[in-house]
């Protein structure tokens, strides 16, 4: 394996060597993992961002094409260390070893999918307007604009994605795609996987002969680290994958700056099942399976969980729900990512069992060790569920609550009651769904997703991916964390106005030298 330092990564320098108070820990055994990691000085944080707001002034300006043999370098160094991530990141989450190498793929996936858009370049939205001078009562200037990067990011890693949503995850491989410098804070879960993505980052700065402030790891407490971040005035934006609470904390610091910015959590969801009669009748057993196999992945704890299962109580529910059943009291005992995670669904799965108004309806095997988790299925009716709003609360972990209706009207008031939300999913025949179209129209305005006939867990690293929702599901329900939109969040557009034709960027040029697609005049070119 890759030697492991215990430090901060500072441009092209390693952070301190102070006394270190990060440690990873194996959840299956409750071992601490070696080495200790340092946590950043305020100079240390001060002296990245500085890189970062200099770096800008260079990567900022770089081409597409430059960008894109950055990320690919990237995805090169990360795929060289495949066999070190498959030891080490196993022993900081739980994670089984197939899983780190399937998530390993996807991240490299998506560096090469952004390298694509920043080389291709068309994604700008290069707009022109030509003048005329003719035009009466008053001439009509040259007007272009384009989208333009915004300044450096700070990047907060995720718990429940050590690759895919961490380092170079998906925030990251946005933000310098679109030509922004990054700061990733590293979380405290997976310090050894943060360092080894790290100095892959990291070497490919230099292999690149980019700015040594193009990207930084600090390591810190996510109270006092996260909020200097997020408070530093050269930061210009900032993405966030993890609770509710600590997102919107961060939300507050970004707009409470004397410059407030943009920034883009991604925090609760507990996505929403429907299941309408017909697809009932005709395939109850294999959407229980289906169902079953999507709330158990990864012992529950991704952000698409099911977490609510919405069933007419009309139609003839019993068997599913007893399949169901019998397949969640089935389910061996599975390894949490970390204390807090267990112990937070521990608690919340106690609270629903308390809950006078629900069913526990079957519970899976506990396991044995200090981070194990049993699966869980509970049951409750419309009417309870409306009138608690505890029972809409996101319970991280592999658990889904069933709630009962007597019909239509019921089944509505239940998808409006719902906050914000990654996903939907309606389970339905072409009857049931033309039947449904109200739904259909309740749901877009709820989630970032709408699945039909398939299971939320999953999400395809695509062009036309949305990973996000309205809040709270995401800080900002026009945005996406998945998907190549994501690059306009660390974006805005410019607007150049009489400009000479040499001094406008590439994209804006009358020749168009690099061959992208622009509205001109109002048509697509």
Known sequence: MAELTGRSIIGIEAGGTGEPSIFGINPATGESLQPGYAAVCEAELNRAVELA???????????????????????????????????????????????????????????????????????????????DPDRAPVPKPDVRSMERPLGPVAVFCASNFPLAFSVA???????????????????????GTAELVGQAVSAAVRDCG?????????????????????RHPAIKAAGFTGSRAG??????????RPEPIPFYAEMSSINPVFILPGAMAERAEPIAAGLHGSLTLGAGQFCTNPGL??????????????????????????????PGIHDAYGSGAGALGR??????????????????AGAALFRTSAEAFLGDESLAAELFGPSTLVVTHDGPEMMLAVARSLEGQLTATVHGTEADLEANRELLGVLETK???????????????????????????????????????????????????????????????????????????????
């Open 53 to 131: 707001a200099g770096a800008f002034e260079v990567f900022g300006r770089s081409s597409g094409a430059d960008r894109a043999a950055f990320l690919r370098k990237i995805a090169d160094n990360i795929e060289a260390i495949g066999d070190d991530l498959a030891q080490r990141a196993p022993q900081e989450t739980g994670l089984p070893e197939g899983r780190i190498r399937m998530e390993t793929g996807r991240t490299c996936g998506q560096l090469r999918l952004f390298a694509t858009v920043a080389e291709e370049g068309s994604w700008v939205d290069a707009r022109i307007d030509h003048a």
């Open 169 to 191: 995850g998906g925030d990251t491989a946005s933000a310098f795609a679109a030509g922004c410098p990054v700061v990733v804070k590293a979380h405290q879960s997976h310090p």
């Open 210 to 230: 980019l700015p040594e402030g193009t990207f930084s790891l600090l390591y810190g407490p996510g109270r006092e680290t996260g909020s200097a971040l997020v």
């Open 247 to 256: 997102g919107q904390a961060l939300m507050k610091l970004a707009a409470d």
């Open 309 to 338: 299962t919405i069933l007419d109580d009309s139609t003839d529910l019993e068997p599913f729900v007893a399949k169901l059943a019998e397949w969640v009291g089935g389910t061996p005992g599975a390894t949490m990512l970390n």
């Open 355 to 372: 809950n006078d108004a629900v069913e526990t309806v079957a519970l899976g095997q506990a396991g044995d060790g200090p981070c194990q």
């Open 447 to 525: 989630v970032g997703r709408v699945l039909i006939n398939g299971f939320p867990t999953g999400v395809e690293v695509c062009h036309a991916m949305v990973h996000g929702g309205p809040f709270p599901a995401t800080s900002d329900g026009r945005s996406t964390s998945v998907g190549t939109r994501a690059i306009h969040r660390f974006t805005r557009a410019v607007c150049y106005q009489g400009y000479p034709d040499g001094l406008l960027p590439a994209e804006l040029r009358e020749a168009n030298p690099l061959g992208i697609r622009r509205l001109v005049d109002g048509k697509a070119s």
